[in-house]
């Protein structure tokens, strides 16, 4: 009799919420449609948190920026103030139960991370413009606890390491196809490729990064036998997607970081001890200093410039002479040492070089797209901008991060308890390096398309060596 009565009040409240809900709508006013949806959010915050993080990371790829003109920014909606909420109650559950997962504290992914937090901080306080670097140290913190420190225990569920970049991957997906119909309708031309990706992505490159670091995992999980014979072909189909949408994308770097992954690939299967992969990315760099007088006029005689034509686009990668893009990234680069040059230690501040670095170009340096006030963006680069920025130890500390990532998912790929681990540490590996490999030329980070994939998959890497590979290790031990 009770269950009766309160199934006819649910019934009651469901009509006039409806019928309310529909004279508000013929009369322009739809915020009570939200509702249900606000409550339902809310609920998965305090109850099931695992399937709201992979709620935002299923809706991250549709996430578009809206301008706040009246205070003056933008945000990624609808994900954004999620991720920030995310990250507030994560802080609010510690001070309740300051307890956390010894296995992922003490993992040298997790301390590595922590001190690229620390030194962020510490550059923060020190820097030019203390508000912009604070807004940038905070934004990038939501990001690294939200799908790093929260994620992280998501992956104490085998099955969710699985959903994470599945349900990245099938978003990603069908943003690639509506953008490459529309590049489509223009005949595919290049120019058109750097525009075409707004508003789900500021432009090809970034496009094509986050195309790049996911498309390994999906290949290497169609050769998984483990996988029904449906699921392999979908993973086949994603990564001809993402293939479709790096080739169109029309660019040089995500290009050139496929290509260093497959030679990642191959190092692997030939099962090279990652001292001597080590060694060897010694030795080229020690190469590239001696000689750097000789590459450079060797690449001086290259003239040719960004082209529709595939090779011939290819071909002008390597074009320091003549090609504006590649000639303008050199200025920013010039730009950055000479700014590490004045404060070598604690850099002018994160996210300050798009607003400091316009007095430290040189007229032998500027091209066609080069402005006096410099405000075309950052230093492209993942290595060089934290040097301008974030000094010496700012640079060395995220290339620390970045080699410690690749090695954990190298030994990974030959000590996992499972076949299916090996595989996903593998196709997680080979996404690293690309974002690596395309990080010497730009940057991405500070968006949420690169940084939900990004710190998600390092997740991944940490949780599958902390909860799975070392535990196999113990009982081994046994």
């Given at each position: 009799m009770e269950q009766e009565k309160k199934r006819k009040m649910l019934y009651r409240f469901g009509l006039w919420f409806t019928v309310?809900?529909?004279?508000?709508?013929?009369?322009?006013?739809?915020?009570?449609?939200?509702?249900?949806?606000?409550?339902?959010?809310?609920?998965?915050?305090?109850?099931?948190?695992?399937?709201?993080?992979?709620?935002?990371v299923l809706l991250t790829p549709f996430t578009f920026k809206y301008e706040i003109e009246r205070f003056g920014f933008t945000i990624d909606l609808p994900t954004e103030p999620l991720i920030v909420a995310t990250m507030l109650l994560f802080f609010l559950r510690l001070i309740h139960e300051p307890v956390f997962d010894r296995r992922v504290l003490r993992h040298p992914l997790t301390i590595m991370i922590i001190l690229n937090l620390l030194w962020m901080f510490v550059t923060s306080v020190t820097s030019e413009i203390p508000l912009v670097s604070f807004k940038?140290?905070?934004?990038?913190?939501?990001?690294?606890?939200?799908?790093?420190?929260?994620?992280?225990?998501?992956?104490?569920?085998?099955?969710?390491?699985?959903?994470?970049?599945?349900?990245?991957?099938?978003?990603?997906?069908?943003?690639?196809?509506?953008?490459?119909?529309?590049?489509?309708?223009?005949?595919?031309?290049?120019?058109?490729?750097?525009?075409?990706?707004?508003?789900?992505?500021?432009?090809?490159?970034?496009?094509?990064?986050?195309?790049?670091?996911?498309?390994?995992?999906?290949?290497?999980?169609?050769?998984?036998?483990?996988?029904?014979?449906?699921?392999?072909?979908?993973?086949?189909?994603?990564?001809?997607?993402?293939?479709?949408?790096?080739?169109?994308?029309?660019?040089?770097?995500?290009?050139?970081?496929?290509?260093?992954?497959?030679?990642?690939?191959?190092?692997?299967?030939?099962?090279?001890?990652?001292?001597?992969?080590?060694?060897?990315?010694?030795?080229?760099?020690?190469?590239?200093?001696?000689?750097?007088?000789?590459?450079?006029?060797?690449?001086?005689?290259?003239?040719?410039?960004?082209?529709?034509?595939?090779?011939?686009?290819?071909?002008?990668?390597?074009?320091?002479?003549?090609?504006?893009?590649?000639?303008?990234?050199?200025?920013?680069?010039?730009?950055?040492?000479?700014?590490?040059?004045?404060?070598?230690?604690?850099?002018?501040?994160?996210?300050?070089?798009?607003?400091?670095?316009?007095?430290?170009?040189?007229?032998?340096?500027f091209t066609i797209i080069t402005t006096n006030f410099g405000d075309l963006g950052n230093a492209h680069s993942e290595y060089i901008g934290p040097l301008a920025e974030s000094g010496l130890p700012g640079m060395l500390l995220f290339i620390a991060l970045a080699l410690l990532v690749l090695k954990t998912g190298v030994d990974l790929f030959k000590k996992a308890p499972t076949r299916e681990m090996r595989l996903m540490a593998l196709g997680i590996t080979l996404g690293f390096i690309t974002y690596f490999a395309h990080g010497l030329l730009n940057n991405f980070l500070d968006t949420d398309k690169a940084s939900v994939p990004f710190w998600g998959m390092m997740a991944m890497l940490a949780g599958l060596d902390a909860f799975y590979h070392q535990q196999a290790r113990e009982k081994k031990a046994d």
């Open positions: 309310l809900n529909i004279i508000l709508m013929v009369n322009g006013h739809y915020w009570l449609t939200a509702i249900p949806i606000v409550l339902g959010i809310m609920l998965l915050f305090f109850f099931s948190l695992d399937k709201l993080l992979l709620f935002i940038f140290f905070v934004s990038r913190l939501w990001f690294v606890i939200t799908f790093y420190f929260v994620a992280i225990n998501l992956f104490k569920d085998y099955s969710n390491y699985k959903r994470f970049l599945w349900y990245f991957g099938a978003s990603l997906a069908v943003i690639v196809i509506v953008i490459t119909l529309q590049h489509a309708a223009f005949g595919f031309e290049r120019m058109v490729g750097t525009w075409i990706v707004r508003p789900f992505f500021n432009d090809h490159t970034n496009y094509s990064s986050t195309l790049a670091l996911v498309a390994p995992f999906f290949i290497v999980m169609a050769f998984n036998k483990e996988f029904s014979p449906l699921r392999r072909t979908t993973a086949l189909i994603f990564f001809l997607v993402f293939a479709m949408g790096i080739l169109f994308s029309y660019s040089r770097a995500a290009w050139l970081s496929i290509m260093i992954a497959f030679g990642g690939f191959t190092i692997l299967g030939l099962k090279i001890p990652f001292r001597f992969i080590l060694a060897g990315i010694v030795l080229f760099v020690a190469t590239v200093f001696t000689f750097q007088t000789q590459i450079i006029m060797q690449l001086e005689r290259n003239t040719q410039e960004s082209s529709g034509d595939f090779a011939e686009h290819v071909q002008s990668i390597t074009n320091i002479s003549s090609d504006a893009s590649n000639l303008e990234r050199i200025n920013r680069w010039r730009a950055a040492f000479r700014m590490y040059d004045e404060r070598p230690v604690f850099g002018w501040g994160p996210g300050t070089y798009q607003f400091v670095y316009a007095p430290f170009q040189r007229s032998e340096d």
